[in-house]
């Protein structure tokens, strides 16, 4: 142990030099991965397509190719499917990352390539680490095993090749080198079965009697698991099971509405809790400091990032703004061109920087998970904050939630589906609360609320124990990256949910 203490000390110093590299000269090093990634890509269908061989400036990339949705490259996809190759890259696509799917329900197939896995997934996972112990240098994790949620994947079989399609973590696990996989736990077969609840039924009769010291996952499922393994053993906080328990490595949602149930289950003075942005298209963030959970954006992983403002979104030739143009506070649809073969790719996801020196970010939610009934403009990042606002003044818990807008023109208003751990003494006072800290996050709300005139008190409806989770299973949506969907601009979701309710 000694000597790979040495060894794992030497490299994530060699490690943070690069990224302090990155973080002193950040537009530098933009510039030289758009070049590589021009370059590399010159003589694909797509490069050819778009003349990248004359493209010398970032400039003329913007000017001459378009920003792209998943419907855009589909057709490029679906040959790749079909295994054609070198169309958006040169390298052969072997594995698709399919993730939880559009607006629309259907999933999407995002091609992983061998340069987007190494060079942006697992050097992500390594950073992940290394940035990890240079915060906390008294870390002991690598004395037990991790414990890591993912996803299930299947081979397709095309014109005699064979191709991987599944959640990117399945896709990941398929793929990790011996010494990754030696010290993780439960096994594979078991960490990709399909089925979600078998599969959580032996991830915790597998895992229950191991030295479990990281987790890793969405904070979602894994609190379903935690909570399975802690009535399997009769214990009722997780140092009881995993002594040895230090931090858990999360993405995928705001832990912050998770973070009360998880101190109810693990003690908060014992554990870290450690953001990271991991997506199927790739590997964006990491948290860069141990008080804040905001996000260092990776700006060496082989992507090169533009930004939409927000009241761009939908116009026919939206502002596209470059890294140095960024403004702290606003809010930006992220654009990102990937050496996985992603041109300007928007992935529907909304950021807002905290810091431009370095740069850092905060997600605030979803391009098209927003409620704008009067011009209110209310993104998830608002809902989770005055969530978790309402929840401190009443010592009510959170579990999930959704919420869209109420058409009724006599009583315009949002309603909220809210599951509860714990419920509020008093729902009017909650209520109260949660209204009250809309206001103060979001003063376009704020307006809209004034005296009742145009928009009404928030609609707030307790939901029964486990209505999300039957939700979601209804929808064959459990486990791997799905999420429940928090705000929608129109009733799909929260009728659904009703409907179930009033049946039961």
């Known amino acids: 142990m000694p000597i790979i203490a040495s060894a794992l000390n030497w490299l ?24 590589k990634l021009i370059q590399t890509a010159k003589d694909t269908e797509w490069g050819k397509k778009f003349d990248y061989e004359s493209i010398n400036s970032v400039s003329k990339f913007a000017e001459r190719v378009p920003v792209s949705t998943y419907e ?16 958006l890259w040169p390298e052969e696509v072997k594995w698709f990352a399919k993730s939880s799917g559009t607006t ?12 987007a896995l190494n060079d942006c997934h697992y050097k992500g996972g390594k950073d992940m680490l290394s940035m990890y112990f240079n915060q906390f240098p008294e870390a002991d994790l690598f004395n037990g095993d991790g414990l890591a949620m993912g996803g299930s994947g299947n081979i397709k079989e095309v014109s005699n090749a064979s191709y991987y399609e599944g959640d990117l973590s399945a896709i990941i696990m398929n793929n990790l080198p011996f010494w990754a996989q030696f010290k993780r736990t439960p096994s594979l077969t078991i960490a990709l079965m399909d089925e979600w609840e078998s599969k959580l039924e032996l991830m915790a009769e597998s895992t229950i009697d191991h030295d479990v010291t990281s987790l890793s996952g969405v904070p ?22 995993w002594p040895n328990l230090e931090v858990f490595f999360h993405g995928g949602v705001n832990f912050e509405p998770y973070r009360e149930q998880y101190n109810q289950i693990i003690e908060p003075g014992k554990m870290h809790y450690f953001n990271t942005y991991n997506a199927s298209e790739g590997f964006f963030g990491i948290q860069n400091s141990r008080d804040s959970d905001d996000l260092l954006l990776m700006l060496d992983y082989g ?8 009241n761009e979104l939908g116009k026919k030739e939206p502002k596209v703004m470059q890294l140095h143009e960024v403004v702290i506070g606003k809010n930006y649809a992220l654009i990102i061109t990937t050496n996985g073969g ?14 431009t020196d370095p740069y850092t970010i905060r997600i605030t939610g979803r391009t098209k998970n927003f409620i704008n009934l009067v011009g209110e403009e209310l993104i998830i990042d608002n809902a989770d904050s ?30 909220w589906l809210i599951e509860f751990e714990k419920p509020p003494a008093d729902f009017e006072f909650f209520s109260e609360a949660f209204d009250n800290a809309l206001k103060s996050l979001n003063t376009d709300y704020e307006a809209k609320r004034y005296h009742n005139f145009v ?50």
């Open 12 to 35: 994530i110093k060699k490690r943070i030099h690069q990224i302090d590299l990155f973080m002193k000269y950040p537009h530098e090093v933009q510039e030289e991965w758009f070049k």
């Open 72 to 87: 855009d490259l589909k057709p490029f996809i679906d040959r790749l499917r079909e295994g054609e190759q070198n169309l």
């Open 220 to 241: 979602s499922w894994m609190l379903v698991l935690l909570k399975k393994i802690l009535k399997k053993s009769g214990k009722s906080h997780m140092h009881e099971v």
């Open 342 to 355: 992603l041109w300007r790719y928007e992935i529907g996801d909304t950021v807002t920087f905290t810091s």
């Open 455 to 504: 928009l009404k008190p928030p609609i707030v409806k307790s939901l029964p124990p486990d209505t999300f989770y039957k939700w979601m299973k209804m929808r064959d949506k459990l486990g791997g990256q799905n999420k429940v969907p928090r705000l929608f601009n129109d009733r799909t979701y929260v009728d659904e949910i009703l409907s179930i309710l009033a049946k039961s």
């Open 386 to 415: 005055a969530l978790s606002i309402a929840c401190k003044k009443t010592g009510a818990i959170l579990t999930e939630y959704t919420a869209a807008p109420n058409f009724d023109k006599d009583d315009m208003a949002h309603q």
């Open 303 to 310: 992507i090169f990032y533009e930004f939409i403002p927000i």
């Open 104 to 115: 629309a329900g259907k999933s999407k197939f995002i091609p992983v390539t061998e340069s």
